[in-house]
């Protein structure tokens, strides 16, 4: 299997990484443009990721599965799932594929008890991943994604009635106080952490309006608490509504702090996050996209570029999915894995479930995983497979594009002059861009441009390409493709409209297989 050289970036651990003004910057004083993997699953299983549905969905609803088929040997399961699914392996190939920092998701059952009283197994395994990041130069993001009680009350954190109990219950606010101040205490002088992502995706959906105030209280609380302690690490604040919603960040809580957003399935275009780019100017904070991906490699090249022509740092999701096309590690599906998702949905119990999840757990490592490194190409723009014509620069006129006269599509980068439209002519009621299996756009789903006699897109990459092999979908004989600053540039000849360009993929010869 071929693989490809990605530019190393290598963390710094001298001193605290930290705010200054609207940028993030290492302990020398350099500023940064984060580029990072979240390590989905490992200490919060999501159902998704597993191929399952309803039944075993949520981490507490997955436990009971293997526990009600393997019984006795599901805590056996449970430790090879730890050891296998993500190691020091992983930390090194995520270092190899040019990334600078894990997001490591935590699930808060595996740290404190219900008494309060710290795990020091659950703690061991950030200990493990600090010591792995420190030896492979990445920097770890600790996240709570799954809080005492649940922040988000559905079957992503943990919550064990499937409700934000924490913003319902005194005794999970005060266990989520004492586990930060925990953490803290325990991380304050570790330069190899990068910050304290405080709670993952809170209070989406009907409990955004009910619970915000009281967000902005836990919020302060924490910050209180971790500054009792820890005077060093960036403190990172999420905002409600799957981390889409700002309206509580009015005011600077903590000077040295940054505001996180998730983005998926929405237009890549800048009226999407312009909203955190405002509140970026209003509060000279730095803005970060701590979670996205689960999409096609157009999508993923042009809303990754989005984020970094704005000087927004980031971090992808997830690493490593059972049968996916949309992560750089798939985990290969055991044979029978049908009969279990079957079963979840109301069939039969497997015959032997033991061999089945044994099965998972050898092919879960990653030398035994299929490695897509096409995922990191797209959001990394070192060599992209395929880039959108739709997917030119977000620097602005004379920067990215320039036209001579344009047609914009609505909804979809319309404040810029550039003739964006549909290839098939429909009626459509919005843009479609929910492509969670990975698959590429149909005919009636693909957008285009218009150019005219000397318009031209610049489309920007991480490090140069010989021009030769870049290849212009339908178009070769109405363009001119000439090396520029930041990529290269399409000119048009004549009229012409562009779908796609293509990179030719040499092969290399290089220690990831």
């Known amino acids: 299997m071929s693989s490809m050289q990605f530019p190393a970036r290598p963390a710094d651990f001298a001193g605290f990484i930290h705010r200054s ?12 443009l984060l580029r990072g993997m979240g390590i989905g699953n490992w200490t919060l299983p999501e159902g998704y990721m597993w191929k399952f549905g309803p039944g075993a969905e949520s981490p507490r609803e997955i436990e009971a599965l293997t526990q009600r088929l393997l019984g006795e040997n599901s805590a056996n399961f449970w430790a ?26 935590i699930n808060s059952r595996l740290l404190i008890d219900d008494a309060g009283t710290p795990l020091e197994a659950g703690f061991a395994m950030i200990d493990d991943v600090i010591r792995w990041c420190r030896t492979h130069r990445l920097w770890v993001l600790l996240d709570l994604h799954g809080a005492p009680g649940g922040q988000t009350g559905t079957n992503i954190d943990d919550s064990p009635n499937n409700k934000p109990e924490l913003f319902m219950d005194a005794r999970y606010r005060h266990l ?178 033991q061999s089945i999840f044994d099965e998972l757990l050898e092919n879960m490592k990653l030398e035994n995983c299929q490695w897509q490194p096409e995922v990191i190409q797209a959001i990394t723009a070192v060599e992209p497979h395929e880039i959108p014509a739709w997917g030119f620069g977000f620097r602005g006129r004379g920067e990215s594009f320039e036209t001579s006269r344009a047609t914009p599509l609505a909804a979809m980068r319309d404040t810029e002059a550039v003739t964006i439209r549909y290839a098939e002519p429909a009626t459509r009621d919005g843009h479609w861009f929910e492509h969670t299996d990975g698959r590429d756009y ?72």
């Open 442 to 513: 149909s005919e009636s789903e693909r957008m285009v441009v218009d150019l005219v006699e000397g318009d031209w897109l610049e489309f920007e990459l991480s490090r140069p390409v010989d021009v030769t092999r870049v290849t212009v979908d339908d178009a070769p004989p109405s363009v001119m493709i000439e090396p520029s600053e930041r990529g290269f540039r399409v000119t048009a000849l004549s009229a012409v409209t562009v779908a796609r360009l293509r990179i030719d993929q040499q092969q290399t010869d290089l220690n990831m297989t």
């Open 176 to 353: 989520t106080l004492t586990l930060w101040g925990e953490i803290a205490r325990r991380y304050a002088d570790e330069t190899v952490v990068m910050g304290y992502d405080l709670l993952n995706e809170p209070i989406p959906n009907e409990w955004t309006e009910l619970y915000n105030p009281d967000l902005v209280l836990l919020y302060q609380e924490l910050t209180r608490v971790i500054r009792e302690v820890d005077r060093n690490h960036l403190i990172m604040y999420e905002g409600s509504h799957w981390a889409t919603n700002w309206q509580i960040f009015d005011e600077v809580w903590d000077d040295n702090s940054c505001l996180q957003f998730h983005k998926y399935w929405s237009p890549p275009d800048t009226a999407t996050i312009q909203k955190f780019l405002d509140s970026r100017e209003a509060l000279g904070l730095p803005i970060y996209m701590g979670e996205g991906g689960e999409n096609n490699l157009e999508w993923l090249y042009t809303a990754w570029r989005l984020y970094e022509g704005n000087n927004i740092g980031w971090n992808f999701w997830p690493w490593k999915k059972i049968d996916t096309a949309t992560s750089p590690t798939s985990i290969r599906l055991p044979a029978r894995w049908h009969q279990l998702v079957e079963h979840v949905a109301g069939g039969p119990a497997p015959i032997n479930a």
């Open 21 to 32: 003004g609207t940028d993030l910057v290492d302990g020398h004083g350099t500023a940064l």
């Open 80 to 105: 090879g799932f730890r050891a296998n699914f993500f190691n020091e392996s992983d930390v090194q190939r995520i270092a190899e594929s040019g990334f600078d920092h894990v997001r490591l998701p």
